[in-house]
């Protein structure tokens, strides 16, 4: 009798969960007053201490300006509206649509004022989307790369040595514009003093020097000029904030709400010098902006 065939049975043994990673260490930073003088320090929330993701950032901010993008084409009959025909073979030119009539070529893609060969069209989609977890992610990483100076550094942002990032301040800060009013003094005045008390005033002479004319047609569309991005100044209440900072070169202003990642990492490179108030940070300890 043939020997009976033994069935090998595979064991399956479970595999070993992966380690847990380390928690991060929470961030302490300064806490400035309006006076530019150190109040305190403050711990900031867990939005600060997410892994830095440049490829979501980029993501991020690809998807939000193409999701900007609006439709545009030719007309569909731009080019084509001329009385157009061959004349064939045999006279030493190329066969080309001429107008009837003349000798001057028309309508083909390869003649002057002829229609284009392959023009935009309007149904094209280019919108981009992204998962919810994934953009609230590259938020979050965005706001860590504003913690690093050498990545605020790297963007090119110039600051005095030993200031924190990003630069926290008081509540009163909120208000600042109001105390201007009844005052001689003007609002842009009053921020500018503030900045180059902080320090990090040069970071606006950098990016009023590096205003220049703009390649291109967009020159000729209204935005002539093209100004570096400089500080980012993140609050809970733009009013009483944005009287002082809005004119001066490369200098943004946005509330919590408004705050995206194109904001805090404009062109898809993270480290953007910030500016952001205390109850802004404590609002975003509280899952606000997320």
Known sequence: MPEPVKKTVKVVRPKKAAPAPAPRAAT????????????????????????????????AVVAAQSNRRQPYAPMPKAGQQHAVSTWGKGRGVARVQRIHGSSKAAQSPNNVGGRRAHP???????????????RGMALRSALTATTSIDKVRAR???????????????????????GVEGE????????????DKLGIYS?????????????????LRGRRYRTPKSI???????????????NLPGVDVVSLREMGVEHLA????????????????KALGQGAGQ
């Open 28 to 59: 302490k930073v300064s806490v400035y007053n309006v006076q530019g003088e150190v109040k305190g320090d403050m711990v900031l929330p867990e939005a600060f201490n997410e892994d830095f993701r440049p490829d979501l950032i980029h993501k």
């Open 120 to 134: 935009p069209k309007v149904e094209t989609i280019w919108s981009k989307k992204m998962n919810r977890k994934e």
């Open 156 to 178: 090119g942002h110039t600051f005095k040595e030993g200031v924190s990032l990003p630069i926290v301040m008081e509540e009163a800060f909120e208000s600042i514009a109001k």
């Open 184 to 195: 001689r003094r003007s609002p842009i005045k009053i921020g500018a003093e503030l900045l």
């Open 203 to 219: 970071d606006i002479v950098r990016a009023d020097d590096g205003t220049r004319i703009r390649a291109g047609r967009g020159k």
């Open 232 to 246: 980012l100044i993140v609050v809970a209440n733009k009013e009483g904030v944005a009287p002082c900072f809005r």
């Open 266 to 281: 404009p062109g898809g490179q993270p480290g953007r010098l910030t500016m952001i108030s205390e109850s802004a940070v």
